[in-house]
């Protein structure tokens, strides 16, 4: 890539996360090309929908969640490590107001951009679930796309003003209904 082009690349991506997380999954194409000094044909180009260009957005996040399941894993007990990592994915989900929307989206279309991200962060997931699930600490009734249901639930929450108080409380009830209480020693 020229170094004007990678400028103009740079420039609308970083421009396009301050006003994707200001305005949503919906932020205008036109409001991005303007703040970021480019005209619209250059950000087409670039990102020729706007779910290619969130897809960049969100791969980056999504790889970290990946990295942080595959640290958390290693450093954690298997409770613990199901915990911080489902936290840290709600977390992202409230990056970007919509995000839940695509990514639900994007899991059953493999022709989505977003496809194979969603479904890696839901492999992860399912991975801390079952090992927590084999040691004995977490239901066995619920699988990967279960938890991230649940972990989409608590993110579409923070997008609604009225329920978004609430969400980190029922981070803890559900968190509270998905281990298994470790029994107490005598």
């Known amino acids: 890539m020229r170094a004007d082009a990678k400028k103009n690349y740079d420039q609308v991506l970083a421009v396009a996360a301050e006003v994707v997380a200001e305005q949503g999954a919906d932020a205008s194409l036109r409001d991005i090309a303007r703040r970021a000094e480019v005209g619209l044909g250059t950000l087409y180009r670039h990102f020729p929908t706007r779910e290619a260009l969130l897809e960049v957005l ?3 996040t999504m790889d970290e969640l990946t990295r942080k399941a595959t640290d958390i894993e290693a450093t954690c007990a298997p409770d613990e490590a199901l915990l911080t990592w489902s936290r840290l994915a709600v977390a ?10 695509l990514m639900a989206t994007a899991m059953d279309d493999e022709n989505s951009a977003l496809h194979a991200s969603c479904t890696k962060v839901r492999a992860d997931g399912a991975r801390l679930l079952l090992r927590a699930q084999d040691a004995g600490l977490a239901r066995k009734d619920i699988d990967g796309a279960d938890l991230l249901s649940l972990i989409a639930a608590l993110g579409w929450l923070n997008d609604q003003p009225s329920f978004a108080p609430r969400a980190a409380h029922l981070f803890d009830v559900i968190a509270d209904a998905l281990l298994i209480a470790k029994p107490h020693s005598p």
């Open 92 to 101: 992202f989900t409230h990056t970007f107001r919509g995000v839940v929307d």
């Open 58 to 60: 969100l791969r980056t």
